[in-house]
């Protein structure tokens, strides 16, 4: 079975910075796409961004420019470098991965901020 096993979130203050972390039971490199999504209380889930093979990213236009997505093929581990928090970003942050959608999930790790 693959899992998918989210680490890094936390209580942090405006303004702050959380690295996500997200360990994969399976090779990264086999999955065209891996990324991020969250869900507020309440809301939808929605993505956040996402990385293919080929080393393309997207971000969410919440996000742009304060987040960024990584992933190390060789430590089976996707990242989310997440800087200028903002209350809004409080969430339940989930790692996905697939070839062609995202069939497999973590189950997450929430991130507070305040």
């Known amino acids: 079975d693959v899992q998918l096993v989210e680490s890094g979130g936390g209580s942090v203050p405006a303004g702050g910075s959380l690295r996500l972390s997200c360990a994969a039971s399976?090779?990264?490199?086999?999955?065209?796409?891996m990324g991020w999504f969250r869900q507020a209380p309440g809301k939808e889930r929605e993505g956040v961004a996402r990385i293919y093979s080929d080393g393309r990213t997207w971000y969410a236009d919440s996000v742009k420019g304060r987040f960024t997505i990584s992933k190390d093929n060789a430590k089976n581990t996707l990242y989310l470098e997440m800087n200028s928090l903002k209350p809004e970003d409080t969430a339940m942050y989930y790692c996905?991965?697939?070839?062609?959608?995202?069939?497999?999930w973590g189950k997450g790790t929430q991130v507070t901020v305040s």
């Open positions: 996905a991965a697939g070839t062609v959608v995202f069939t497999y």
């Open positions: 399976a090779y990264t490199y086999s999955w065209n796409l």
